[in-house]
């Protein structure tokens, strides 16, 4: 039966948990892959290559690290006492205190021996190229997203999720050796559409119409402790390979991961069953049952019967796609609540996991953090979120990550307070990111799923595209960026308030559903005792045949 869950084999039995553990490792290699350039490509503290103190003839006698004292003869000090970035004394007016850009650069090596920053020199006048090559990862995601997000509806999800999965192995491991910064760039866009938007929304889509209402929470909320766990893999390898091409392969090489799933792995049986593919849906369902032990033999041949009425309409509704979420009032105001919501969470949540690097002590310690962190969010969430809602806690989340974040941007920066506000702000972001996939997956039709959950995705990835180019603002005023996250994450926290409430109810199937569902059923409504949501007024969800026991 496909009213909600699969009850001819429970909620989550072994057939389930294998299944879901293999959509799991996608996550973990999404989030890897999404902050691999946190480390690939680092920035290490810098000054200009002073001629007279830094040449081979000037360490002749062994390697001497000039002091401060001999560097500030000719590098300006900044107004917090410490040595400029970007700027020298002009060597041919060494008197008159007249400043010139830097021609070469000396590294601090004490974390990082090699990156692409150093190899290129993306600092000071193109430190723009740096963020444009996360940028350009995040944009290549947001391609992912709108387009891999619909081809799965139309397809299947597995092809999709298998295709990436090799692509992701081939990109990863490829853009290790790109010579010059072009073919990075193109290598980078083609990584982020396969490494961390295919295999990552589909198999968390796979895994939200496979398992029962019972279980979505908890599974939902693994896979985002999944990524977190690819973060903290990012800051691991990091910290143990310090040559940036080696580290690049080995991340790259995460793939191999997913290989295995071409052959081990099912498509989703409700996608199937609304394409009309009963039989393959019905052979998944048999395996299913025989997996989970349940001494059941289904009868294939009775499932195969098929109603003529529902079949009209279910072949009606493998047409939809991207399109109908935006043509009826209550789906179109859904939708944009949803992608303000992802892109608000995303721009957050980027905003804090880059800024690691510019958070005073190990940066690979902090990252790992950053990433670890996370984890006591997703814990109290899988015990509140069925008890609670997911309504209150996401905009709850957010609008305290925003608070967080605007308090950081006013306290000393590398302070032990701003370290400390800058870690819970990730902790309440990464709650309420975990939960909008669930949130969402919940909110929207079969027919339409994965394109809706696509489209969120893309909201995200537009919001990530843009994080990198926002924290180059801090040139201005370090306060910007920080609060520009914080306002954002605040309005759509409220916004949020004004969407339906799906706790305990059966995941829409048509857009008929999805139009009806949770009409006039806001916070406020609930608040004042009024819910307008009458759902004794409207259709019954579509429904499967229903699989029963054979008595044989």
């Keep these: 039966m496909f009213q909600g869950n699969l009850t001819v084999y429970s909620d989550f039995g072994r057939y389930q948990a294998f299944q879901f553990v293999l959509h799991l490792l996608a996550a973990v290699t999404a989030g890897l892959h999404m902050l691999s350039l946190v480390t690939v490509a680092a920035v290490p503290e ?75 020199n993306l600092v000071c006048d193109k430190r723009w190229m740096g963020a444009l090559g996360q940028t350009i990862y995040m944009l290549g995601v947001f391609t992912g997203a709108v387009w891999l997000g619909g081809l799965a509806d139309k397809i299947g999800r597995k092809k999709v999720f298998c295709w990436s999965a090799l692509m992701q192995l081939i990109l990863g491991v490829a853009v290790a050796f790109t010579p010059e910064f072009i073919s990075f760039l193109v290598l980078r866009y083609l990584y982020g559409i396969f490494g961390s938007a295919g295999s990552y929304i589909t198999g968390f889509v796979l895994t939200m119409e496979l398992v029962g209402p019972s279980k979505r929470t908890p599974c939902g909320i693994s896979f985002q402790g999944a990524f977190a766990g690819g973060i903290m893999l990012v800051a691991a390898w990091g910290a143990l390979i310090p040559d940036r091409m080696i580290l690049q392969v080995v991340y790259g090489l995460h793939g191999l991961l997913l290989v295995a799933h071409w052959w081990i792995m099912d498509e989703s049986p409700r996608w199937l069953w609304m394409q009309g593919r009963k039989r393959e849906a019905v052979n998944i369902i048999d395996r299913a049952v025989r997996m989970n032990g349940r001494g059941m033999n289904v009868d294939k041949e009775y499932y195969l019967v098929e109603d003529k009425t529902t079949f009209t309409e279910e072949a009606g509704a493998t047409s939809a796609g991207l399109g109908d979420l935006f043509k009826t009032p209550n789906l179109r105001k859904m939708t944009l609540n949803v992608c303000l919501c992802w892109f608000a969470n995303s721009i957050t949540y980027y905003g804090l996991s880059l800024s690691a690097g510019k958070l005073s002590g190990n940066p690979f310690l902090i990252l790992f953090l950053m990433g670890l962190v996370e984890f006591p969010s997703y814990i109290s969430i899988s015990y509140l979120l069925d008890k609670l809602g997911r309504r209150s806690i996401t905009s709850s989340l957010m609008i305290v990550g925003g608070i967080c974040c605007i308090v950081a941007a006013y306290l000393t920066r590398g302070s032990t307070e701003s370290t400390s506000i800058v870690m819970f702000g990730k902790l309440f972001i990464a709650g309420s990111f975990a939960v909008i996939y669930n949130y969402s997956a919940e909110l929207f039709p079969t027919v339409v799923r994965n394109s809706a959950m696509g489209l969120g995705s893309m909201c995200a990835r537009l919001a990530g595209a843009m994080t990198p180019m926002i924290t180059l603002l801090d040139s201005f005023d370090p306060k910007i960026p920080a609060v520009i996250f914080g306002v954002i994450s605040l309005v759509s926290g409220t916004w949020v308030l004004f969407l339906p409430e799906t706790m305990g109810k059966s995941m829409p199937q048509s857009l008929i559903d999805g139009e009806n569902f949770g009409r006039g059923d806001t916070a406020f409504s609930s608040c004042m005792g009024r819910n307008k949501t009458h759902t004794e007024d409207f259709p019954p969800p579509q429904q499967m045949v229903p699989l029963r026991k054979n008595s044989r």
């Design 46 to 120: 810098h000054r200009c290559f002073i001629d007279a103190l830094d040449s081979a003839s000037a360490t002749a006698n062994g390697t001497v690290l000039p002091t401060i004292s001999q560097l500030a003869s000719y590098i300006p000090l900044n107004a917090d006492g410490e040595l400029e970035s970007c700027l020298m004394y002009d060597p041919l007016a060494p008197d008159n205190g007249t400043t010139v850009s830097c021609s070469a650069y000396v590294y601090n090596n004490t974390y990082y021996q090699s990156s692409r920053t150093i190899e290129w």
